[in-house]
């Protein structure tokens, strides 16, 4: 299948590492021209020159704070510059993990910051450009815990929820411009940010990180994590232009491991 990606304009936010360097890669695998961002530089550099001995394609690279109103407007302009932009992957670290008790209005605050205000600022900042071009395509990263709450996770599930409704919301508005928006929200994927998560668990639960990974997959009916090359695939699709009639939707990689129907 072509995608109808060799030349067009993307940019990924957060990637440097985990799920966003995953799509940054698949995207470049694509033919894309890519720019990625992050706070570190150093770490920037590295993802570019992995990505260039990977697939042979040259990454832009600019610094951002998804926290960093200014410094996303500049990264999205730098990314437009060269010729527009023609899709956009919204992407940020998750929240700090706890419970409703322990949560004060400074982690709300933050967590609003990181995870959804992030999201909403990268977006308004795309939208000229993208418009200007005639189209293009928004994909949210989120979680699973859109569709069903994380357990000690409180603020991830509120507002990664709230994604999930700008989505939505957005699709109507945007669909005379030619621009689609989707979310896609990763179930368990092997990323620094689980085996984080495990860990701390594993601590509360005074076990092993193994046991509580062990747990989690047989929760799974495909009976692992999924990588972050699969996760990257169905991200690369929907942000593509042979996505031409889906938007305003949700799709979860979680191995199945969601039942509601």
């Known amino acids: 299948m072509n995608l109808g990606l060799t030349g067009k304009s993307v940019f990924v936010a957060a990637s440097s590492k985990g799920l966003g360097k995953a799509v940054a890669l698949e995207f470049a695998r694509e033919g ?17 020159d992995e990505i260039r001995a990977a697939t042979g394609h040259e990454a832009a690279i600019v610094q951002m ?8 407007r500049r990264a999205i302009q730098a990314a437009s510059a060269g010729g527009g932009l023609d899709i956009l ?17 400074e982690d709300w605050v933050g967590g609003f910051e990181l995870s ?14 993208m418009r200007s071009g005639g189209g293009g395509r928004i994909v949210n990263l989120a979680s699973s815990s859109i569709k069903q709450p994380i357990e000690g996770l409180i603020l991830s599930n ?30 368990r994927i092997a990323t620094d ?18 046991e509580i990974q062990e747990q989690a997959a047989s929760l799974i009916p495909l009976g692992r994590m ?29 191995g199945g491991m969601l039942k509601g129907i």
């Open 65 to 72: 704070d998804v926290l960093n109103k200014e410094e996303i």
């Open 158 to 187: 509120v507002f990664r929820a709230g994604v999930q409704a700008l989505t939505k919301s957005l699709a109507s508005e945007l669909a005379n411009d030619g621009i689609l928006i989707n979310t896609i929200a990763p179930g």
């Open 116 to 129: 959804l205000l992030s999201t909403i600022r990268m977006i308004r900042e795309a939208l000229p450009p």
């Open 226 to 254: 999924g990588t972050p090359e699969e996760f990257a695939r169905y991200v690369v699709f929907y942000g593509s232009f042979a996505n031409t009639y889906v938007t305003g939707q949700t799709l979860l990689v979680d």
């Open 32 to 48: 894309a021209s890519l720019t990625i961002a992050s706070r570190s530089r150093e770490q920037l550099e590295q993802t570019r």
């Open 193 to 210: 940010r689980v085996n984080e998560l495990d860990s701390k668990r594993a601590v509360d639960r005074n076990t092993s990180i193994e």
């Open 89 to 105: 992957v919204t992407n940020a670290g998750g929240p700090p993990s706890g419970y409703f008790s322990v949560m004060e209005d």
